[in-house]
């Protein structure tokens, strides 16, 4: 990153945190800072913006935007696992139908789409995950930037 | 995971046979048990059988379990129940309410709610139920009064969105591979001091179910779910996890011991075995491939190695439902070195075989399954094999210093 763009504290608003959302507009991740419970930092990096929330209980969830200003990666990180309806939004149905299993895994989820791309990890009090839409990784930008 | 189901078949003692159970635990309290002696505490048994194999549902691969016995806090009143998975990727007794038949005290808060419990899964699945007290037993070790989850208990309150994420519901023996987890990792409670301080930061695995639904609360330490083993009244300070090799084609059956105290006898002395202290979340680091992974951990819960994903170190995934798994040509021999906080590292040597040919064999115990992650290095339960692996408590003291920490 190498423009630190700002870092704002976010009053305590609303209930629980919402995330922007994957493949949707950076309006989402405005929309984030009239009710999250927590704080917003943005840098701009080469080929893409880094937005980086941090919820109260101490998840910390990156927001990947393209220069069109899509959402095309997030990652999350933290002691409880955020809510993957709505940081897949419209994606999260393809989720579920890729993560369907007909026997249980005991072991960290990874779906792999054309579409779209999730990976989770950890363990209890750590728990990780990235996804991303490899069809809209912007020009000169890695799958390996969503982190 | 292998595409075998099979019919589940599950052992749910009734009352009567859980006083006789009982008895008989008692019984054996008087007489001399095996591989215990020294430390001036008399004769006690100390260690629990463990299996490697299919388990309840008759469709998990590498899935560790054992029997724990459950009784109505300070009463006689017990039950034993088997097909309980060993993780140490989470922390407390959960067993499904189904296959639990006595009526045991719930957990409420201070307004008379009761509280529920939220587990997460990084399958995307997640375990929701209310708290319970009771007294948990193992060979001869005895917990008194402790918090555990009944996950799926009929009549208590409907999942709330926070913890059920959109994932699926480990609520049932085929969902869950098990009749419950007993989860054995590296902390006293499942959440900690991030779940008894501010509720505005509480993350969401702690609820207060009022009538009108539940929200995320806080929790006092001593009320969250417990490792088991630190309110042992002997032996409390960690454990090991002992398993014997298994061929390269793996095996359908592997027992092994759960081994209570460390140091505090003389089978559970650490001898060699070097000692890796952890961040404060459990994670140790592992180098790897040219990377330093700080997010490694050991889980029993972890049915193969997954570490890196496969565009990076090459190794094939599984064609069609198993890509979740490896499937190299041959078998490939990997070393990592694994390095605490406290510098101590080591090497570890491990194979990788192709994971449509085990799944091929039958078998239910393999030390060289492994599958693509990304971030993290989960050292799963194909590692335990062929080892004594120590699980130091956190606050617990011992001869290798005070817990949390791994040790091989």
Redesign the interface.
Known sequence: MRTLLATVAIA?LGA?PAWAVLGQGMSSVSSDQQRL?GRLRSATGEGFSLHEITA????LVREYVSPAGEVFGVSWR????????ELLGDY?AL??QA????????????V?TERLVV??????????G?AYLPERLPVGVSASAV? | ?????AVTRVRAHGRAAALLAGAVTLAACGSSSSGSSGGGGGSLNNVQAIEVGLGP?G??V??LFTSVTICVPGTSNCQTIDGVQVDT???GLRLLASRVSLSLPRIADGNGNAIGNC???????YAWGPMATADVQMADEKAPSVPIQLINAPGFAAVP??CA????A?DSV????ANGLL?L?V?RQ???S?CSGPV??????YFSCPASGCS?ASVPLQSQLQNPVWLFPQDNNGLIVSLPEVPAQGARTVSGSLIFGIGTRSNNGLEGARVFTTDD???FVTTFNGARIS?S?L?T????Y?FL?SDTIGLP?CPD?D??FSCPPSTVTYTAVTTGLNGASTQVTFNVANAETLFNTGNAAFDDLA??????F?W?LPFFFGRKTFIAIEGQSTAGGTGPYWAY
């Open positions: 305590l629980r419970k109260a209980d101490g998840t933290g002691p409880a696992v955020p809510d993957l309806a999260f989720f579920q993560s369907r299993s007909d026997v249980r895994r005991h072991r960290p989820l990874v792999r990976e989770m990890g950890g363990h209890v009090r750590s728990f990780r990235r982190r | 995971m292998s595409g075998r189901r549902s469709s998990l590498n899935g990727g989470s922390v587990a997460s899964f990084v399958d995307n699945s969105s926070d994420n959109g994932g699926t480990a085929s969902a869950l591979g989860g990792g902390f499942d959440c900690g991030a505005s930061r509480a993350p969401a695995v995320v979340v459990g994670d997010s951990y889980d819960g972890s049915n193969g997954f994903d995934p439902g890509s979740d599958g693509p992650d990304t971030g993290d989960d799963g």
